[in-house]
């Protein structure tokens, strides 16, 4: 049972994901809005285990609106909705506050399977975006020192073997850890990038 919230301009994807998370479990409650105003204008407390948000929407952006969430409730999670998961605006989604990701063409189950991750602070990552998050600070000589200013040792050691290919199931073996543990550090790697992300670079 979860309470989630769908912020999509599609009509159709908005309602097929609508139907979907209902007929998982019988409990959830799916909320949707057609964009940000509409969103904010009806919630005001913001305490949905999980928001899924669109980035190209009409009026306030899904960044601004990834944002604004987080202004309003620091713990809400929020899931970005994306047509492609190599992009620049997901990337600067994730620094926005952003703890996860879904592809539009995911698979109905694993769809789900992501959802439930983040609802329980468990995220995943893509070889792209590790090395767009080494890359922040790969600007002059003291680009180690940057790093680990901001990330500790194993979660280097996470983001190198992530962004060199390597799949999650992978990493996890090589550091000598379950799935689920490399999920719950990637959901702090991604709640430290809010705070350390400059997207200019």
Excluded: W
């Excluded at 998370?21 to 409650?29: A, C, D, M, W």
């Excluded at 909320?31 to 005001?44: A, L, N, Q, R, V």
């Amino acid at each position: 049972m979860a309470d989630i919230v769908i912020i999509e301009d599609n009509k159709t994807i908005r309602d097929g994901l609508k139907i979907l998370l209902e007929s998982v479990e019988s409990g959830n409650n799916v909320k949707t809005y057609p964009d940000c105003e509409k969103f904010f204008s009806e919630e005001k407390g913001i305490k949905s285990d999980v928001i899924l948000i669109d980035l190209d929407l009409p009026g306030m952006s899904g960044i601004e609106g990834i944002k604004k969430i987080k202004e309003k409730n620091r713990s809400a999670s929020t899931v970005v909705l994306t047509t492609f998961d190599e992009n620049e605006n997901l990337f600067k989604a994730l620094c926005a506050g952003a703890q996860g990701y879904v592809v539009k063409k995911t698979p109905p189950k694993q769809l789900v399977n992501i959802l439930r991750s983040i609802i329980h602070k468990r995220s995943h990552m893509s070889a792209y975006i590790a090395h767009r998050i080494i890359k922040q600070y790969s600007a002059g000589k003291k680009k180690e020192k940057r790093l680990s200013k901001h990330y500790s040792a194993h979660e280097l050691e996470i983001l190198s073997k992530l962004a060199g290919g390597n799949s999650m199931g992978a990493v996890a073996l090589a550091i000598n850890s379950s799935l689920e543990e490399l999920q719950k550090i990637i959901f702090e790697i991604y709640s430290k990038l809010k705070y350390n992300c400059d997207c200019k670079n």
